[in-house]
């Protein structure tokens, strides 16, 4: 079965860390790009932030500049995103998605999706 799982959301205060994961099963992520996109509750869904195949990082929301730190370990099948200095307006469902032609803030250019991880930031 070909999927995406993310993992490593949770509950965090203001300011802490998290580390999110997104591991394919069923297929290779070789060859793929992988973003990230969040949804806040009674908001549409933005992108944040994708790594090309090649490792190369593209940013959509400002205000995760600096924030952000992605990486790839093509041996566990498996890319990351880890945040910093979160905020409450952090809060949102995080997915990830894999494309096979190019990073890309829109949506449907994804062939392949998890089913999200809640991350609430909140004290």
């Known amino acids: 079965q070909v999927q995406l799982v993310e993992s490593g959301g949770g509950l965090v205060q203001p300011g802490g860390s998290l580390r999110l994961s997104c591991t394919a099963s069923?297929?290779?992520?070789?060859?793929?790009?992988i973003g990230w996109f969040r949804q806040a509750p009674g908001k549409k869904r933005e992108a944040v932030s994708c790594?090309?195949?090649?490792?190369?990082?593209?940013y959509y929301v400002d205000s995760l500049k600096g924030r952000l730190t992605l990486a790839r370990d093509k041996a566990k099948n498996t890319v990351y995103l880890e945040m910093n200095s979160l905020k409450p307006e952090d809060t949102a469902v995080y997915y990830c998605?894999?494309?096979?032609?190019?990073?890309?803030?829109?949506?449907?250019?994804?062939?392949?999706w998890g089913q999200g991880t809640q991350v609430t930031v909140s004290s």
């Open positions: 998605a894999a494309t096979y032609y190019r990073c890309s803030d829109y949506g449907p250019e994804y062939s392949h």
């Open positions: 069923g297929f290779s992520l070789d060859g793929y790009n």
């Open positions: 790594i090309s195949d090649s490792a190369e990082i593209t």
